[in-house]
């Protein structure tokens, strides 16, 4: 069974600040997708990392796949009170040829205007 | 882009009934969709896996005779929870998977009560 620890579980920061969110695992993943999701919605795909070292940029968003593509992280800078939301990482393996989703526990993240 | 409904947003029943949800990819053909279940503040938890015109691959501890998968077509997949009881109150998530890549696009969601 593939796990993702998702760290930190909450962070509640003031409006300007930085934050990092943290995404591990053992296992090696095909690919590492971030999502957001906010309360009573779906979650919406905000990036997909496939290479291992792999950075992308999405506006304030920084994200990162580890070189052995275990683990990754989310660095958002200058958050904003728009940035509050559920923050999951989802890594994806071959399944059957399904591409199934291993979820973390996500990250709920609060910006305090 | 890639969007995906769900229907009905909210749903609630009668303990003993059963209750359908759809999941329609609007704007591509997925091959591919996937059934989550999510608890008050908690992670995604993947129910199934269904795959157009064969039988959905259900996940350990997932009861597949209460739970019936159907992806008659590559736009469309529903869920029917039979002879709910109040524990399967939750708030179902649909998603979809556009051909071999990796993401997967997840509809609005489906909040079940049943009293």
């Known amino acids: 069974t593939q796990l993702l620890e998702q760290s930190p579980q909450f962070l509640s920061i003031q409006e300007g600040e930085n934050l990092t969110v943290y995404c591990n695992s053992s296992s090696v993943f095909s690919s590492l997708q971030w999502y957001r999701q906010e309360p009573g919605e779906g979650p919406v795909l905000l990036v997909t990392v496939v290479t291992g070292g792999e950075v992308k940029k999405l506006k304030r968003l920084t994200f990162q796949f580890g070189d052995a593509r275990k683990d990754s992280s989310l660095h958002i800078t200058a958050a904003q009170p728009g940035d509050t939301g559920l923050y999951l990482c989802?890594?994806?393996?071959?399944?059957?040829?399904?591409?199934?989703?291993?979820f973390g526990k996500g990250t709920k993240l609060s910006v305090i205007p | 882009g890639a969007v995906v409904s769900q229907h009905p947003s909210r749903v609630i029943c009668k303990s003993g009934t059963s209750v359908k949800i759809e999941c329609r990819s609007l704007d591509f053909q997925a091959t591919t969709m996937f059934w989550y279940r999510q608890f008050p503040k908690q992670s995604l938890m993947l129910m199934a896996t269904s795959n157009e015109g064969s039988k959905a691959t259900y996940e350990q501890g997932v009861e597949k005779d209460k739970f019936l998968i159907n992806h008659a077509s590559l736009t469309l997949s529903t869920l029917t929870v039979t002879s709910a009881h109040p524990e399967d109150s939750s708030f179902y998530i649909c998603?979809?998977?556009?051909?071999?890549?990796?993401?997967?696009?997840f509809g609005p969601g489906t909040r079940l009560t049943v009293t």
């Open positions: 989802a890594g994806a393996s071959s399944g059957a040829g399904s591409y199934q989703l291993t």
């Open positions: 998603s979809a998977k556009r051909g071999p890549a990796y993401e997967q696009y």
